[in-house]
């Protein structure tokens, strides 16, 4: 019974992995395998040396940390806004998903232009409010707004993920416990805290760790809006990863950076797995 | 979709993985020569414009001349052209003949990618009528053998607002840089949201950035085909064009093609650099309010400058069953009758042959004239080397935009890309 599947995980996961690390070990020209030769450590040590790549690791750090945690807590914040009685419920939620399912592309495109800074609608706006005064805000540009304005993006496209989840999880918690809670004489708080937190953690851990990896591995927006720039400003480790191989014509090299970005969400990776586990037994 | 994003972040890998299974596709295999009526081939270009239905037609006049089938594949832009040829190269999938940015060859012809045409080219009877500062863009500089045939042809100039030089007491365009340099403090004017030169950091900046410094007597290689663009010539333009960064619109240093146009349009940039890629949309847009003039030069003497430009070739792959009948394809499109249709397609090129560059209809055309112009002297482009798409495409734009920035110093952006150019890292 298990064999089909052992076949599948060995042929699409298990050789590709182990065929990458011996890439990261070989100086791979794609235009040119017959020439490929075994390097060692060569790339590893190259890419621990500059400086791109220690740009990449510390961005990839906020870059994921940074989104997956306002995600959650707005996301937090909307799912409950979301599970309370009102007035159209049904249509707002249907709204807030928008963000979501809308393609990378053409989110990245939207915001491209609302963000130029001498054209775009945002500066327009602060100027109309006089909040901007001096030289229009170069918002992708500046090395030191480039990352958190993706970062702005990014979180803004994730929350309806975590507010639907979230949601779905709330939606089935008890209401006798929550009943039972109120009669104890517990506030609104205290309910959140001791009851519905903890029925709902599973979702919401299961939630972030596939959020971190996904964030991790995710850069079609800054690819589009800063390749990377200004000055490694937003360059992330898979998008250093993409442009090395692509762009340098250095596949090892590239492959280098992806085994050092599967150790890192490997870690991650266990605890998702140790997390599934312990809701399967539960 | 979010499957899509995960395989992205490990599509180096991965196609590392799946090309290792594939097998060499090293160039020398396939016949050459005998009858090719009836023969079909694959050829890739990207489109400039989507609309544009030029190149069908050529291939439908083509097939109509030769009986050979040209199945043509325009489905990737430019952006993401050489990532997929790439994979098709090492999956041995490539095309017959593909269009390729000279920026690209370099690697291909390394690799062995690229089937040699040196006698085939030099033996067809339109190599003569091809102007012959077109050769250069895809020969090899140390072996003098032929890659490609010249094709879509592009040099680089200054776009300027006439309106605002006039406005502000700039009676013509600046001849070397110093004066350029003069120039765009009188055009900076911030308060009223008017900058100079939208100078693009951002991608395919390198382009601009190189043809200034070339007109600033930057070399990329000496006359035996050996780097030297790390040169006293190059940082001192180098400098210049850092220096006019700070009278650049905001956003500048991560600006691409799209939005320097924009701020031409708007008036939020005075000047910019491209080629005649640019020019119908601001005509269209701007009327007789733009103008054209030679990048600023060292000297400031056209004569003693050598001008930047870039072409769009057209190859024969090494690993074709129908080399014979791609190579006829690839003149065919440098043929006079081709050049003029591809001139006066909706994006526009100067032509390569002599004949139609000398048609009234392009001589008259400002944008064209000046190309002409610049394409009279001393011409060149970034060089044919392994190690040309890591300086254009990998190296250049952090380290420049780090410059811009006060990251790093613009020596370093020198030393690197000729570093780059000399190791392909």
């Avoid at chain 1, 990458?20 to 190259?46: E, P, W």
């Avoid at chain 1, 998903?97 to 592309?105: E, N, Q």
């Avoid at chain 2, 070339?214 to 006293?232: E, H, I, M, R, Y």
């Avoid at chain 2, 600006?255 to 491209?274: E, P, T």
């Amino acid at each position: 019974m298990l064999s089909p599947a052992l076949v599948i995980l060995a042929g699409f996961i298990l050789y590709p992995a182990v065929n990458a690390i011996y890439v990261s070990l070989t100086d791979t020209n794609l235009l040119n395998l017959s020439a490929q030769q075994f390097v060692g450590l060569d790339n590893f040590i190259y890419m621990f040396g500059r400086q791109d790549f220690r740009d990449s690791l510390r961005n990839s750090a906020v870059w994921t940390f940074g989104n997956v945690t306002f995600q959650l807590v707005i996301g937090m914040i909307g799912a409950l806004i979301l599970n309370a009685r009102f007035r159209g419920r049904g249509l707002i939620r249907g709204v807030v998903l928008l963000p979501w399912a809308t393609p990378s592309v053409l989110v990245a495109l939207m915001w491209l232009w609302i963000l130029d800074p001498n054209l775009g609608l945002l500066n327009h706006l602060l100027r109309a409010v006089g909040l901007e005064q001096g030289k229009p805000i170069a918002w992708l540009a500046d090395q030191h707004l480039a990352l958190p304005t993706l970062m702005a993006i990014d979180i803004w496209q994730g929350i309806p993920f975590f507010a639907v989840m979230i949601l779905a999880a709330l939606q089935g918690v008890p209401t006798e416990l929550l009943e039972s809670a109120k009669v104890d004489g517990a506030n609104a708080w205290q309910t959140y805290w001791r009851v519905v937190l903890p029925l709902i953690m599973p979702t919401v851990l299961i939630t972030v760790i596939l959020r971190l990896i996904w964030t991790a591995n995710y850069f079609d927006l800054i690819l589009v809006l800063t390749n990377g720039g200004p000055a490694n400003a937003t360059l992330t480790l898979p998008l250093n990863s993409y442009i090395t191989s692509y762009k340098g014509g250095d596949f090892g090299g590239g492959a280098a950076l992806g085994v050092v970005q599967a150790v890192l969400l490997a870690v991650l990776v266990a605890f998702y797995m140790r997390q599934v586990r312990r809701s399967e037994i539960a | 979709m979010k499957f899509r994003k995960g395989a992205l972040a490990v599509a180096p890998v991965l196609i590392a993985t799946l090309a290792a299974c594939s097998g060499a596709s090293d160039a020398g295999s396939g016949s050459s020569g005998g009858d090719v009526k009836g023969t079909t081939i694959n050829y890739w270009y990207w489109k400039d414009d989507t609309t544009d239905q030029t190149m069908n037609q050529l291939a439908a006049k083509f097939e109509a001349q030769t009986g050979i089938k040209v199945k043509i594949d325009d489905s990737v832009a430019q952006p993401k052209f050489y990532d997929k040829l790439v994979n098709a190269v090492a999956a041995g999938n490539a095309p017959d003949a593909t269009q390729l940015d000279t920026n690209m060859m370099g690697k291909l012809i390394n690799s062995h990618v690229l089937a040699d045409l040196t006698s085939e080219t030099k033996s067809w009877k339109g190599y003569d009528s091809v102007l012959p500062t077109m050769w250069p863009y895809v020969t090899d500089s140390k072996t003098k053998k032929i890659y490609a045939v010249p094709n879509k042809f592009l040099m680089f100039y200054a776009y300027y607002r006439k309106d605002i030089f006039a406005a502000d007491g700039v009676t013509s365009f600046p001849k070397t840089q110093a004066e350029f340099l003069d120039t765009l403090k009188k055009l900076y004017k911030p308060k009223k949201n008017q900058y100079a030169f939208d100078f693009r950091g951002g991608p395919n900046g390198q382009d601009q950035w190189a043809a200034f410094l070339v007109a600033g007597g930057a070399k990329f290689l000496d006359d035996q085909g050996n780097v030297v663009f790390d040169s006293p010539e190059a940082r001192k333009s180098n400098d210049i064009y850092l220096k006019t960064a700070q009278y650049a619109p905001p956003g500048a240093v991560n600006d691409g093609f799209a939005q320097i146009i924009a701020n031409l349009q708007s008036g939020a940039a005075s000047v910019i650099i491209n080629h005649l890629g640019a020019a119908k949309t601001l005509d269209k847009a701007l009327g007789n309010k733009v103008g054209v003039a030679l990048i600023p030069s060292a000297t400031g003497d056209p004569a003693q400058t050598t001008y930047m430009g870039t072409m769009n070739a057209e190859a024969v792959l090494g690993a074709s069953k129908h080399k014979e009948a791609a190579r006829q394809w690839v003149q065919f499109l440098a043929s006079n009758d081709a050049q003029v249709a591809i001139a006066k397609s909706t994006n526009g090129y100067v032509p390569v042959t002599k004949e139609a560059a000398a048609l009234p209809e392009f001589t008259q055309n400002p944008n064209i004239a000046i190309s002409l112009e610049a394409a009279k002297h001393s011409v060149t482009s970034w060089p044919l080397l392994p190690g040309t798409t890591a300086a254009t495409t990998k190296t250049w734009q952090p380290l420049f935009q780090g410059a811009v920035q006060g990251k790093n110093t613009g020596d370093q952006v020198i030393t690197a890309v000729a570093e780059s150019l000399k190791t392909g890292r």
